[in-house]
Nanobody
Framework: QVQLVESGGGSVQAGGNLTLSCTVS???????MGWFRQAPGEAREGVSL?????????YADSVKGRFTISSDTATTNTLTLQMNSLEPEDTGMYFC??????????????????????WGQGTQVTVSS
């Protein structure tokens, strides 16, 4: 059974940094993976995705230049999100997702949260002003 476990959330002041990690266990398959977040009272939104197709990455406009998604090359099912220059608007529950099925470039670019097979429980990020 595939399991995703996130870690690294916490509380920081605006301008601070956090690093989120997501580890996939229970499968040796290659996954498309991504980070999503949900603020209280808001819909879940895509933050950043990483494709199995050459490791191509995708970012929401709101985080471009501040967040970096990467994968551990030694254990390709570990995903990291480096979050710099955090803003209060980045506050929310951050979820890791994985999917072993092919996804088109357009689908990845859309940062849609639909159809992802596996989800973690989430880790809370709180940014105070």
């Amino acid at each position: 059974q595939v399991q995703l476990v996130e870690s690294g959330g916490g509380s920081v002041q605006a301008g601070g940094n956090l690093t989120l990690s997501c580890t996939v266990s229970g499968s040796s398959a290659s996954f498309n993976m991504g980070w999503f977040r949900q603020a209280p009272g808001e819909a879940r939104e895509g933050v950043s995705l990483r494709s199995t197709r050459g490791g191509r990455t995708y970012y929401a406009d709101s985080v471009k230049g501040r967040f970096t998604i990467s994968s551990d090359t030694a254990t390709t099912n570990t995903l990291t999100l480096q979050m710099n220059s955090l803003e209060p608007e980045d506050t929310g529950m951050y979820f890791c997702a994985a999917d072993s099925y092919p996804r088109s470039t357009a689908t990845m670019q859309s940062l849609s949260d639909r159809g992802w097979t596996h989800w973690g429980q989430g880790t809370q990020v709180t940014v105070s002003s």
